[in-house]
């Protein structure tokens, strides 16, 4: 899904920076099995360099019963070996043998230990999973710059929608196909009867009130009185001479 080029960070001033993707996937198990099963499906493929050589890769998790379960069954990702991994909590560092970082899962409150092993890491890439942080609009005032460093390259969020008279289903997706991720729009689809229908995009992350609007609208556009009314007008018009 990702493809990582080593030492491909965003230049500033001609020396490399690290580069941040961010992937958002919904689950409906949460079990430490199915978390390092998803890391291993996503990212399969997604650390390696310029050459196409496979990254060795540090993983960093939220809990110790994931590190656990991590350590057992987790020994590569595709092609690429995984050097280390280490529960996201204060004295943890990166280890010098590895070429990009996964973070599977953090939490809000862990920030502060992401921004020391972040800080380790030099240039190299790194990847965080489903983080369990608010967007950075809605994230605590110390915490804004660090979550927003993260380009989101691939979001998925169904929605269910239940109104007074009307349900519906839709979603939201972001999806990095080329180029950088910060040009990539963010979709809004709403369900009908063929299927998931592309409504409205967004340059940024919609707000709960602008996917409201869009259902609201939507809503309103699809109701028979308001489809009646326009049939009338329709009438109205052509009598006119």
Partial sequence: MVKFLAKQGRRKGGIASQLRLQIEVPVADETPEAQIQLAREVCDGAFSDKKGAPLSVAIFVASEKVRR?????????GEAPVASVQTLREGETFPDNAGAV?????????IAH????????????????????????????NNKAFVASFDVCYSFLPLNI???????????????????????PWVIFVKGNEGLKPVKTYKSRPTAKDLEDIFY???ASQSPVNKGIGFLRGLVGKGKK
Avoid: C
């Avoid at 996964?102 to 862990?110: A, Y």
């Avoid at 921004?115 to 999973?129: C, D, E, H, M, N």
């Fill in 217 to 219: 609208n939507y809503s």
């Fill in 69 to 77: 379960v991590a350590a057992e069954e987790l020994q590569s990702i």
């Fill in 114 to 141: 992401l921004r020391s092993i972040v800080g380790t890491a030099g240039s190299r890439p790194i990847v965080v999973l489903n983080p369990e942080w608010p967007d950075a609009s809605e994230a605590e005032e």
């Fill in 162 to 184: 239940e109104a007074m008279l009307s349900k519906f289903e839709g979603a939201v997706l972001k999806f990095v196909r080329s180029g950088p991720p910060q040009g990539a």
């Fill in 102 to 110: 996964l973070l599977l899962g953090p939490k809000e409150e862990q």
